[in-house]
Nanobody, 123 residues
């Protein structure tokens, strides 16, 4: 069992930056691939970014590549999402995820979800 707790969400103006963090507890953290999903208001949840257990591989949704960066610190059991050049379209609840077998690039591959953190970007 893995528990995930996100932090770092909030309100930011367009063009600004936020850094989301996710603290993981439970089983050996480095064995899990980690990722972020988001759910904009009134829309379906969508994949944002993922990182392998070792941190050697990263994968991004086409819509955000270049202005979001995912990273992890296995010594601290943390995964982060640095979000730059934020736009109102990035407004969503952001969820931290963990996957035992495959990079969590789809809901189908996710084994654990955090409770979510709200990010609101004002124009």
């Amino acid at each position: 069992q893995v528990q995930l707790v996100e932090s770092g969400g909030g309100l930011v103006q367009a063009g600004g930056s936020l850094r989301l963090s996710c603290a993981a507890s439970g089983r050996t953290y480095s064995e899990y691939h980690m990722g972020w999903f988001r759910q904009p208001p009134g829309k379906e949840r969508e994949f944002v970014a993922a990182i392998s257990g070792s941190g050697a591989r990263t994968y991004y949704a086409d819509s955000i590549e270049g202005h979001f960066i995912i990273s992890r610190d296995n010594a601290k059991n943390m995964v982060s999402l640095q979000m730059n050049s934020l736009q109102p379209a990035d407004t969503a609840v952001y969820y931290c995820t963990a996957s035992e077998h495959r990079l969590p690039t789809s809901d189908y591959f996710v084994d654990y979800w955090g409770q979510g953190t709200q990010v609101t970007v004002s124009s």
